[in-house]
């Protein structure tokens, strides 16, 4: 990191060791998983399909990923009504 | 120390021009120089290289394919090295293709040079296709080479899933051309990157060296020697998969201060 750049508060940019490191990671979950990101995007929209069937959910806020070890992960916040409904 | 039973391995990456022919080339002459007896195959058929690589491009009078077609047995297509008893080497044929034989054929010649040999290496050719499982079909153990690049590391997270898929071991990694340097400024995958990644156990590490290209341009393989960053690490190889414990050597940078200074911190590796 340079002086200039530590004087304007800028980060530094990562090295590219660890860009490739990070990459490959993303990209070996993929492959191993034989999955693709538009894949993963189509499965996001259909879960939140099914489950908007039953609650509310926070559309924007649903998040889908696939983690290390090959575990899909997906993060639902049910939206604002959802609590009333169950009362 | 003599093996118990001799070892079939098959060398291999996935990806083309990580260094899989002269990672053969020099462990067995490594192996051969620990006084084994050693069969180095070039099962890239329809191409032609390990005869280069090893400067013994002028002795090949048969090749696999003469064994496969049963017009030789596989013992007498074996060169032998003249300046590593205990070394040699078994062609492969330009004019054929990789269809021509079979993964059984493979195997057949393999099992046949048992009794003459302690280790079989076999080079197999780039790819996953026929060749590789030509290569693969005979192998009681996998080395897998691949150099700290993405493109090589993912190409051999691939190979490690085929060679599980075939019922083998897992492959045990060489990383090839580990360039200090850039290692020591981040801008290359370190060893415990891509261990961390492919999750194989680690053979060795081979530094860059360009005294590699100097030896491929002669046919002599680096091992033959003593010396240089490579040639150590191929000799350090070759004795863990004899069975001894050898420690990764230190990375030495010979690229300048820097290069010393940043070493200081990250003395690990056969040049890691």
């Given amino acids: ?87 | 120390m003599i093996p118990a039973t001799p070892r079939i391995i098959t060398v291999t990456s996935g990806k083309g021009g990580v260094g899989k022919t002269t990672t053969t080339a020099n462990i067995g002459v490594a192996l051969a120089r620990r006084g084994r007896r050693v069969a180095v195959i070039d099962a890239d058929i329809g191409l032609r290289n390990l005869d280069v690589v090893m400067g013994l491009e002028n002795r090949v009078v048969y090749n696999l394919i003469h064994v496969v077609r049963g017009a030789v047995d596989a013992e007498r297509a074996l060169i032998r090295d003249k300046r590593v008893p205990g070394l040699m080497m078994m062609a492969a044929d330009q004019h054929s293709d990789k269809d021509d034989v079979s993964p059984e054929e493979m195997r057949e010649v393999c099992e046949a040079l048992r009794a003459h040999v302690d280790y079989v290496l076999i080079d197999s050719p780039a790819g996953i296709e026929q060749g590789f499982r030509n290569a693969l079909a005979p192998a009681d153990e996998v080395i897998l080479v691949t150099t700290p690049e993405v493109s090589s590391v993912r190409d051999a997270d691939r190979v490690i899933g085929l060679v599980e898929a075939a019922g083998k071991p897992p492959p045990r990694l060489i990383l090839n051309r580990v360039k200090a340097d850039l290692v020591a400024r981040g801008d290359m995958m370190t060893t415990e990157d891509v261990l961390d990644i492919l999750r194989i156990d680690l053979l060795g590490v081979v530094p860059d060296d360009t005294a590699i290209i100097a030896a491929t341009n002669r046919g002599e393989p680096v091992a033959l020697g003593d010396g240089g960053r490579a040639g150590r690490a191929f000799h350090n190889i070759a004795a863990r998969l004899d069975g001894e414990h050898v420690d990764v050597l230190p990375l030495d940078n010979h690229s300048g201060f820097f290069g010393r200074l940043s070493g200081l911190f990250r003395a690990d590796g056969d040049g890691r």
């Fill in chain 1, 1 to 87: 990191m340079s002086l200039l750049d530590r004087l304007m508060g800028r980060e530094p940019a990562k090295a590219s060791g660890t860009v490739a490191r990070e990459r490959l990671k993303f990209v070996l979950e993929y492959d191993r998983a034989r999955l693709t990101p538009a894949q993963l995007e189509t499965i996001r929209d259909e879960i939140i399909a099914v489950i908007s069937r039953h609650v509310d959910i926070a559309d924007g806020q649903v998040d889908v990923k696939l983690e290390q070890g090959g575990r899909l992960i997906a993060e639902i916040p049910l939206g604002r009504g959802a609590g009333a409904r169950t009362r």
